[in-house]
């Protein structure tokens, strides 16, 4: 895995084996935010650049005249989605050719805060802070998968993330609670109410297809059996 230096702004490499830093530190131009990884190739994202690293040195970096927040990376598509923190734009750029060139841009009801490409790679799933859950289809213009507003977050939604099967998608939320959403029944969801008691979750990976863990300010790790309802 990949630890990120906020306060120096560089990049590290971090063994979990050993819990020890490998490798030399990578210098950036700004505060890194996120990153995606794929094969040899990790794109990230500062708070004025999109960086595209290979083999742990910096390929290209290209300026970007709004402030980045998050950003995920679609190898079948080969496109970079990236999320605006001042406004409610994402910004899709095409990867091909080694270059980074805008092709689509999508409209959220709030900032971004979180993206992920579904391991099927058929949707994008966002996260904003207007507490909606936005899903769509990958490729193209980028359309809503189903007419479903999937807005049963009571706060800003601070994180998503894909099961396995690419069928569910869990986030989280200021609000304290963990919801799971369903694309084949996108009129049903399933809450997890006070996940994290007086705690806004601040991440959600799963586990496997029925069990995933989540992460609160309150400095706990918890891991969820989910049980789809009839």
């Not at 084996?17 to 990153?35: I, K």
């Amino acid at each position: 895995p990949t630890r990120r230096s906020s306060d120096l702004d560089t990049l590290r490499q971090f063994d979990s084996a050993t819990g020890q830093y490998t490798g030399a530190a990578v210098s950036l131009s700004a505060q890194p935010r996120d990153m995606d990884h794929a094969g040899e190739v990790t794109y990230l994202v500062t708070m004025k650049s999109l960086v595209t690293l290979r083999g742990g040195s910096v390929e290209q970096e290209q300026s970007v005249e709004f402030e980045p927040s998050c950003c995920s990376y679609s190898p079948k598509q080969q496109h970079l989605a990236v999320g605006e923190a001042g406004g409610n734009l994402v910004r899709i750029y095409s990867c091909q050719g080694g270059g980074l060139d805008l092709v689509s841009e999508i409209t959220l009801t709030g900032a971004a805060m979180d993206l992920a490409y579904s391991p099927d790679q058929k949707y994008l799933v966002s996260a904003d802070s207007n507490r909606k859950v936005t899903l769509l289809v990958a490729g193209g213009n980028y359309e809503k998968a189903n007419a479903k507003e999937w807005g049963f977050h009571t706060a800003k939604v601070n994180c998503v993330s894909w099961a396995p099967n690419s069928l569910y998608v869990a986030s989280g939320g200021l609000d304290t609670g963990v919801i799971i959403w369903s694309v084949e029944a996108p009129d049903k969801h399933c809450v997890i109410r006070n996940a994290h008691e007086q705690s806004q979750i601040t991440n959600v990976a799963w586990l496997d297809n029925s069990s995933i863990v989540s992460t609160g300010q309150d400095a706990n790790i918890k891991i969820w059996n989910i049980s789809w309802p009839n």
